[in-house]
């Protein structure tokens, strides 16, 4: 469930009284829209406000009002000669609307709606209420836009990214590694340059079983060799080990 759904249920909850609620949005096109309500009928009402250019859900978020705008016989209040008799024909003899409030200057974020079979039902309202849920419902949901802009944000960096072409290759071709796939053969030698005792290029030169290093003239063992039986193996074939 959405924030605006929440809205909708706790709005019917504090105006028991309301036959119907419905929540106006002010887009930044300047356009309006209802996205949800209580009753398709509140649609309709809603509509009407947006054909007319009247009512109190304009009223209370196009102008620097108190918020709370309310009209007690929309088939005479000579405020909205429209927009009034069109919706008294559909059965709503009052309304109520509060502004959506996030700060700043007018137009506000949109306004809650409240319709009213029983004119003497809205002269009875909890304003102070009303106001509360206004305010929290408009925080609630500017914080649900921002959540909404930010993802969409980074989906759209996200996408641009898996599109990027890759570097263009290099057209000297991928560069040999030293010693790797030049066609050379070893030399005998080892990488500071002196050449291997034994004569040979490869078995008898420093790291490998037979060859004696360089540096100290000591016998060298192949890495990962157990010493032990290294020396042991030496032993055996009469080898020496110093």
């Excluded at 859900?57 to 309310?70: I, P, Q, R, V, Y």
């Excluded at 016989?73 to 024909?89: C, K, M, S, T």
């Excluded at 709606?113 to 509360?132: C, E, G, K, T």
């Excluded at 005792?197 to 540096?215: A, C, D, I, Y």
């Amino acid at each position: 469930m959405g924030v605006l759904e929440r809205v909708m249920q706790r709005a019917a909850s504090v105006v028991p009284a309301a036959a119907m609620v419905s929540v106006t949005l002010h887009e930044a096109n300047g356009q309006v829209h209802t996205p949800v309500e209580t009753d398709p009928l509140a649609a309709r009402a809603d509509e009407i406000h947006y054909r007319t250019g009247e009512g109190p859900c304009l009223e209370a978020t196009a102008t620097s009002s108190s918020g709370f705008t309310s009209s007690l016989d929309l088939a005479h209040d000579p405020r909205y000669p429209r927009f009034g008799p069109q919706v008294a024909e559909l059965g709503m003899n009052a309304v109520c609307a509060t502004e959506l409030f996030t700060g700043g200057d007018p137009p506000r974020l949109g306004a809650l709606n409240y319709y009213f079979r029983d004119a003497a039902a809205a002269a009875d309202v909890y304003r102070d209420a009303m106001l509360l849920l206004a305010a929290h419902a408009a925080v609630g949901l500017h914080a649900a836009r921002n959540l909404a802009a930010e993802q969409l944000r980074t989906s759209v960096e996200l996408h641009h990214f898996r599109r990027a072409p890759l570097a263009p290759p290099d057209p000297a071709g991928p560069r040999p590694v030293p010693g790797r796939g030049s066609g050379s053969r070893p030399t005998g030698r080892d990488h500071a340059g002196h050449r291997r005792r034994g004569g040979g290029p490869r078995g008898t030169g420093p790291g490998r079983p037979g060859g004696r290093s360089v540096h100290t003239g000591y016998p060298t063992v192949r890495r990962g060799t157990d010493p032990l039986r290294w020396f042991s193996r030496r032993l055996s074939a009469g080898g020496a080990v110093s």
